[in-house]
């Protein structure tokens, strides 16, 4: 009787967390596609109706966290900051349309991090990015000032793009090398250009670029680890419980056959 009523436990179990699992995914696909509609409404110049399709994902977003916690505080945070820059951008007629894209485009690549498991958007602006670091480097060493600060310009608002979707993928301590040295060579880039010694900074800040590509963090998240113990616990309890009344019954069988 015991065996079955662990059995049942491990199944219901198992099939509730697979219903919502499955409710969870389905809300997040919903507000990434909402996210990538904005996205191209923007892109075509038609910022009312990306104004309005961004406060669609709100009203939806406040919806699916008031039913279920599909998202962890700093993922909240992330997306909240994303979204109202998006919308303050789309908003504002003193915004270029690039900046407005821009921000769209920042908000989009939030959703895609924390929806995607694999291969998340932001890592598509690998080879940009490098391309960009290139030929700022490539301008050092040939000391070509002007070109050397608008590569470095672009590569910074580049960087500001994907920022917000690294700090959902990639490990804090890594973030926080990158961000210390692009800063301080934007402050001092005019140092950096003219000193000797300024080619290993440059050197480095490709190193620190490059590992955030490499290195991206895929790890599972910690509820879902606690969900898959927790299961593989009352299973292996099962099958020891299951194991241990056989051995006992064999055992039970064989002094009674001793014993007639």
């Known amino acids: 009787m015991v065996k079955k009523i662990l059995l049942l436990a491990a199944i219901i179990f198992a099939v509730n967390f697979s219903n919502v699992h499955a409710q969870s995914s389905s809300n997040l696909v919903k507000l990434d596609e909402i996210a990538d509609e904005a996205l191209q409404l923007a892109k075509l110049g038609r910022y009312e109706e990306t104004e309005k399709m961004l406060s669609y994902f709100s009203d939806r977003f406040i919806k699916v966290t008031a039913k279920e916690q599909i998202f962890s505080m700093d993922e909240l945070r992330i997306i909240t900051v994303s979204h109202n820059q998006a919308m303050q951008a789309v908003r504002n007629t003193g915004v270029s349309d690039a900046e407005k894209t821009n921000s769209v485009t920042k ?49 910074l608002s ?22 210390d040295r692009l800063q301080y060579i934007n402050q001092n880039s005019t140092q950096v250009f003219s000193q000797k010694g ?12 490059k590992s955030i590509f490499d290195a991206q963090e895929d790890e599972a998240d910690p509820s879902l680890w ?18 241990w009344r056989k051995y006992k019954g064999g055992k039970e069988k064989s002094i009674k056959e001793r014993n007639d």
């Open 226 to 243: 606690w969900v898959i113990i927790t299961t593989g616990s009352i299973i292996i309890l099962t099958l020891s419980y299951v194991g």
């Open 198 to 209: 300024s080619q290993k900074e440059m050197d480095a800040l490709g190193q620190d670029l």
């Open 158 to 179: 580049q960087y500001d793009m994907i920022q917000p979707s690294l700090k959902v993928d990639v490990a804090p301590e890594r973030i926080l090398k990158l961000d």
């Open 107 to 155: 908000f989009r690549l939030v959703i895609d991090a924390i929806k995607s498991t694999h291969q998340p958007l932001w890592t598509a602006m690998e080879e940009q990015m490098m391309g960009t670091f290139s030929q700022a480097q490539a301008a050092l060493k040939k000391q070509n000032s002007e070109e050397f600060h608008v590569k470095l310009n672009a590569l």
